[in-house]
């Protein structure tokens, strides 16, 4: 399977932002996972929605700000993201797993480019 993540880009603090990440594959087989990376600093997840969206979970500083979803018939997840604040730019990558308990980065087998998200203050 491939995974192409898009949407990132250079924002003001407090703007809003949309990522995408098309599937090449039948997305109700996968887990869905967003990560991040900032420059100088590990990879970090940021949400993740089950296999039928019945079940997300965010990091705690994506709570209350992220929304991640997911539509089957577009072959696509999404992280939308508001308030964005300067901490989090990072490069932002969307991943896939084949079981439903996939939590760490490691337990996600598929992954996409990455999209620079940059967020000026």
């Known amino acids: 399977v491939q995974l192409q993540a898009s949407g990132g880009g250079l924002v003001q603090a407090g703007d809003s932002l949309r990522l995408s990440c098309v599937v090449s594959g039948s997305t109700s087989r996968y887990k869905m996972g967003w990560f991040r990376q900032a420059p100088g600093k590990e990879r970090e997840p940021v949400a993740r929605i089950s296999k039928l969206g019945g079940n997300i979970a965010y990091a705690p500083s994506a709570e209350g700000r992220f929304i991640v979803s997911r539509d089957h018939a577009r072959k696509t997840a999404y992280l939308q993201m508001s308030s964005l604040k300067p901490e989090d730019t990072a490069v932002y990558y969307c991943?896939?797993?084949?079981?439903?308990?996939?939590?760490?980065?490691?337990?996600?087998?598929?992954w996409g480019q990455g999209t620079l998200v940059t967020v000026s203050s």
């Open positions: 991943a896939a797993a084949l079981s439903d308990s996939a939590i760490q980065a490691a337990d996600f087998r598929f």
